[in-house]
């Protein structure tokens, strides 16, 4: 049977059309310590109707106006049955130009979805930004960027993703998705990761200078520390510490930390 909204090449979309696979992803959130949730990119809502029977409010939000327009009259509360949910709303907008406080104010929500490959990361940078508002975080991205998202030091995968994101969260891959179950299937297998906010989460360190420091260090990768960061014009003092001989996937997120805050009192001297 063909999918009621057609799949839009430009828009990165592969409409998921299994329905275990979409009861997985919808029990992926722990629905607590919120009230709301958002999915970015329902298509034709497979996961949304799992999602409707948990008793949270639901606002489903895409770039896609006829799938946007089929969401709203398949799934409006009058008709369906099994809603569970305390509200449900649809909304034709871009998840990374939305002022999100115009739909939650200051309230905690979280966020699932099965995401655009080409704005994946994108998503999860906006993620970090509201991190604030956003306890957990679940959703389905190509494998390969789920696994880099989640990967530890000591991999060629680790890199800026896995550092950002893990100063603020706990990250697990949790399974993966094969090209089958998808209408058109992608030429990549897909995964499936969780974002739990970590309890305390301030860095203790200047925030932007962290993320200058983790951004520069890997951008050259490949150069130690001392190399990658010369743009710091940091002291020689610093400079011969034992961490700049080091390459940026050695460093734990802890350690991206520790070296941060080296810097920071190096440059306020």
Not at 125 to 133: H, N, S, V, Y
């Amino acid at each position: 049977m063909s999918d009621p909204v057609r799949a839009k090449k430009h828009l990165g979309q592969h409409f998921l059309n299994d329905e275990e696979t979409a009861e997985k992803i919808g029990n992926t959130l722990s629905f607590k310590g919120y009230d709301h949730v958002l999915e970015i990119g329902p298509g034709t809502g497979v996961l949304t109707k799992y999602l409707l029977e948990k008793d949270v409010a639901l606002t489903a939000m895409d770039l896609d106006q006829e799938s946007v327009d089929y969401l709203k009259d398949h799934f409006s509360i009058e008709h369906a049955s099994k809603i569970s949910s305390k509200s449900f709303r649809v909304l034709y907008a871009d998840f990374l130009k939305y002022d999100l406080s115009q739909l939650f104010g200051d309230e905690q929500f979280a966020i699932t979805g099965n995401f655009p490959y080409n704005i994946s990361t994108q998503i999860v940078f906006k993620t970090l930004e509201l991190r604030d508002q956003i306890p957990e975080f679940t959703g389905m991205f190509q494998k390969e960027v789920a696994k880099r998202i989640c990967e530890k030091e000591g991999s060629k995968a680790y890199g800026i993703l896995s550092v950002l994101a893990q100063a603020f969260y706990n990250a697990e891959y949790l399974f993966t998705v094969p090209p089958t179950v998808f209408n058109p299937p992608p030429k990549v297998e897909s995964g499936v990761l969780r974002l739990t906010r970590k309890e305390d989460y301030s860095l203790n360190v200047d925030e932007k200078l962290f993320f200058r420091v983790v951004k520069q260090a890997f951008q050259q990768r490949r150069k130690t520390l001392r190399n990658s960061l010369k743009t710091f014009q940091l002291s020689d003092e610093l400079r011969v510490n034992d961490i700049f001989n080091k390459r940026p996937e050695q460093l734990s997120v802890a350690a991206f930390l520790e070296l941060t805050a080296l810097i920071q009192k190096d440059l306020t001297v």
